[in-house]
């Protein structure tokens, strides 16, 4: 049986590469697999997450059911109504409710972590000093490079301004600083991506034709 | 009414949530749970919105004899095999009335929407499909209730462990999956190729900024030094501009919610 | 002689007693025990417990003064254990914590559901006593007990005190400026090259021939960047619809599918051309993320769109649906809040719209003063995030040296207490 399922990994990882090559019905064949088997397994894995283990076991079978929990299914059954055109618009109820609450859950949390955590990171000694009290130049200009970055930065998403003159200029050191740090994410991604295809080498090659251990 | 009322649900859930961070008592964090909670429990009843739309699609496209249709027998038919393996489980070790089950069902299923649709959609001798559809699906139940090698699991989860179900997922889905991946080291390749041109600055930004973080880890000589250059770039200009990106992405998103929780944007809510 | 006799008797049995007494009582304030080589260290001082504030209740918090043996004196701690009672007497059985040398306080919380381990009920009286240790476990000292103590949640979290004033002035901001809007007062904002490319390249391809291709990538429906998208795709929709050209949604949350096709059905009953909408326009795939990848570049090699509109959250998978793209020739406008794949679009894609950029969008694209209203409050809340930081390190820096002390714990203000 393992071999059968080596073979079978190894016959669609070539296929997929195929790919490369051009569109072909061998590859067209393997996607059409990777989407039907792809959904049929999340429906059935969110199935039991989310019916049998939250709303069965919580809510109907459960020695102290979570009534509250039927509230998310009668919103499920009104999505449903989207396949009636008559009573369709009934389905915006749960939508409306997916909306707002996400919403306001969201809205706080990413005041704190993306802007006032940004802010209290922000602020911090300019002069950086040893244990000595002698004073490290280097870490001092980071510190500085840091806050100019992020004061340009900011300046190049300015919407209500136009780029002109000495705002201009800021915004341009800006959007110099986002392109090193787009350069470095770039840069750091590179390695990563190649250990994936070594991966798949590895299992064609080993795994597949014995040819390495 | 109609359309208002959905609007006025927003406010009032959003309102209530961006109370509810602020108060941390057990009542309130019950109720984000249970909030929390049925917004799980709607997604399932829309992935069933989800696979309609899937077989509906592919249909169409069996039925219209569009480009490439053969392989949307391939979809459905992957569909309903893993769905049908994640709610059984084959108790005797003996497949052949499994796998016979199977194929009346996929089968009746094929007949059965076919004769749904209908005449509307181009489906020829739609009734009789349908009352044919009906026939297997009589001869289907019938297995089902007498054959005693396997049986439904819906209550329980046994249909997970059906080695089926475990291998569709470990030798089809699992190698799709990495392999689909690995093909980014193709991609990146070929963006870098195109992109690290020092056309302009800002091109020359990118690809100097690049270059150093990509051989951070070459040995030799120069190793060290690129590598301290690297770890300083990393630490110094891209978290000063990641920050300015992140402050930027944070404000945006908090007036997106604002706007979404006060009923200005209501572009998300079609008329229906 | 005979009383006499007896009176001495009395007096040595009741002195005996009385020495035994005091022994017991001794014993019983601090069951101290001595072995040989290790003395009991000085027990831990003004002992106190209180509720946890700012939490949802079933929380007691424990302070205290380390023992003079901490560190100092004897030097013979090596930790403190928390022990509690449900009455002032004992039995104090109960271990709910033990902390190593050094600490001062220690937080005995349990979650709020009644079944959990170590469940403290609130509105409940407990009894606190710490323990000081040593090296040997039968040599320890304990405290004075406190209590009683009850545990209750709070209403109102006093540490999100700065994060509530934050809310309350962005909202007034946002009506302000929305409200000037409605006014008709002239909001400026400045060019955006990628949305101002989205009308050129829609007109592209209803020119062409070829369909638009709409991604709105892997988020769901409750992403705040998928709801931006959702308004930009009413947007593009509505062109579409006017120019007739053919849209493409293939879509990897079910959801976001209902609510995409409602906005492109709405988009053609308000370009007057209902019959013109095709349900399977917008349609789901799989939630799988490289199965749906895999279905979105077959689109691309094989529909040839003009056009791909990239919106949404986006993780891996950006780099190939952006360089599946450029290989069938498609004009690429991207725009994500993912800041770890905006490089592979920027690099990829013709246009992108960076970060915040996306949820601006709307209001460019559909210039509606309410939108514009709130754009403007949004730049206002970043120039207040600017001044804020350069005060921060201008208190920080020289407030020393201004004899201003109360402002060098300026960055304090902004951190939030959980």
Redesign the interface.
Known sequence: ?ET??IW???I??LA??S??YKDNPVY?????????????????????????K???L?AVTADQP?E??F???I???L??T??FPKI??VA????????????????????V???MN??A??ITDVIARGDAGDINWIQSF?TL??????I???M??FFSKEHKGAFGGGAKV??????????????????S??S??I??MD?LLGDWLGLIN | M?RQ???F??????????V???????????A?E??S??????????????????I??SL?KINKRK??WE??F??????????FF??TANVSGSWLTYFAALMVLLISLWLLVQGILGAGAGVTKAKEKFFAGIGLAAIFTFIALYDKSWAFHF?T?E??ENPL?K??????????????????????S???Y??FRARN???T??????????LR?TPGPWGDLISKTST???????????????????????????????G??R?????? | MKNLFNMSRFKIVFTVCVLLSLYSFVNAQAPAVTTVGITPPAPVTELTAVDTD?????SITVKWTPSADDGAGANNVLGYRVMRSNSFEGPFNDTVGVVPLGSTNFENSSS?EEGAEGFIP?NTDFYYRVDALTGDSLVFSSSEVTGPVHSY?????KG?IP??FA?II??AL??LF?SAARKGKELYVRPLAGIEAVDDAIGRATEMGRPILYVFGLG?A?D??T??S??I???VAKRVAEYQTNLIVP?Y???I???A??????AY??AGRPNDYKE?AV?????????Y??AVNGIMI?ELPATNIYMGKFY?ES??L??TG?VSGSIQIAGT?E?AQ?P?F???CDYTL???E???A?AYL?REP??LG??K??DY??AA?LVLALLGILAVNFSGDLGLTWLVNFKDWFKVID
């Open positions: 049986m059968v399922g079978c990994g190894a669609l990882t997929i590469f790919f490369l067209k064949a393997c996607e059409a697999i990777f989407i039907g088997v792809s959904a049929g397994y999340y429906a059935i894995v969110y199935f039991f997450d989310s019916i049998y939250k709303f069965w919580g979570e509250w929990l509230g998310g299914a919103l499920g059954v999505f449903l989207r396949l369709s618009w915006r109820w749960p939508l409306a409710f997916i909306v707002g609450a996400t919403a306001g859950l969201y809205m706080v949390n990413y005041f972590t993306n802007a940004q802010v990171s922000t980071g490079v840091i806050l100019v970055g992020v340009t930065g900011l190049y998403f800006g959007i110099w600083f986002l392109m090193v740090t787009f350069g470095a994410s770039f840069g750091y991604t590179v390695m991506r190649m994936l295809l991966g798949r299992f | 109609r009322l959905p609007f649900f927003v406010f009032l859930f959003g309102t209530f949530m961006v509810q961070n602020f108060v941390p008592h057990e009542y309130s964090e019950r984000k249970f909030l909670d049925w917004t799980i429990i709607i997604g399932i009843f829309a992935l069933a919105l989800g696979i309609w739309s899937l509906h699609v169409d480009p490439n392989y949307s391939v979809t459905l038919v992957g569909l309903v095999a893993m769905i994640g709610f209550y989860s249909g997970l179900f291998h569709f997922f470990s030798d089809i889905m699992v190698p799709l999956q990495a392999t689909m991946f690995a093909l980014l080291a193709f991609f990146i070929s963006a870098s195109r992109a600055l800002l091109a930004l990118l690809l100097i900024a690049a270059l150093i973080v990509m880890f300083w770039v990393m630490n110094v200009p891209n978290l000063a501009a990641q920050r300015a990106i992140v402050i930027g992405i944070g404000l945006g998103m908090v007036a997106t919610a604002l706007k979404v929780i006060l200005i944007e572009g998300y809510m079609g008329k229906g | 700012n939490d949802h209740g079933h709020i609130d949640g709070q209403w109102f979290n999100l994060v509530f809310v962005f909202t946002t009506v929305v769901v409750s705040i960047a709801i931006a959702f308004t795709l009413s947007r879509c949350d079910p959801i599918m209902t609510v096709q409602d906005i492109v059905k709405t009953m308000d399977d349609f789901f795939i799989t939630q799988a993320q490289f199965a990848v895999g094989r891996a780099l190939m952006a360089e450029v809040d800041i905006i592979f920027v690099v990829a960076i970060g915040e996306l949820f601006a709307s559909g309410l939108l709130s754009l409050a949004q809340a970043k995030v």
